[in-house]
């Protein structure tokens, strides 16, 4: 029998930031998005930086996460990632400012003295937490 709800936990390196009951699950895996509803077949899935949604009841909540990993069950799926921060509290003059800085970074003539993968991260990171900003 599949169950009618799934037990999601978020977790980050310093918190459990939210342990609640959905519908429906939405991701950005390393292949692109996959969805997740009850009695989904278990599995271990790679997150990238992106939009993660839940739905319950019609009502959708997003987040910023920036890479980790989805374990699946049945009945829960347990998505360990870097960071994750809701729609409504997302600091968009802070996410400003990094893209702004990231930017900068890619720019530089002289690549020599930075890092361009962290820099390309970092620009995507900032731009995905502006993108759920706009979704509150």
Do not use: C, W
């Not at 999601?8 to 509803?37: C, H, K, N, W």
């Not at 829960?76 to 870097?82: Q, S």
């Not at 409504?88 to 702004?100: C, E, F, M, Q």
């Amino acid at each position: 029998m599949t169950p009618d709800h799934l037990t999601v936990e978020i977790v980050t390196p310093t918190s459990l930031t939210e342990e609640r009951q959905v519908d429906y699950l939405r991701a950005p895996s390393t292949d692109g998005l996959f969805g997740v509803m009850p009695g989904h077949v278990p599995s271990l899935i790679a997150l990238d930086i992106g939009e993660l949604t839940v739905e319950q009841q019609g009502r959708r909540e997003h987040y910023a996460i920036s890479g980790g990993y989805a374990e699946i069950h049945r009945e829960k799926v347990v998505l360990l990632v870097e960071t994750a921060e809701t729609a409504g509290t997302i600091d968009t003059d802070r996410a400003i400012s990094a893209l702004k800085r990231a930017k900068e970074r890619l720019e530089k003539s002289d690549k020599s003295d930075i890092d361009t993968g962290r820099a390309k991260s970092a620009l995507r990171r900032a731009q995905n937490r502006l993108t759920v900003a706009r979704r509150k």
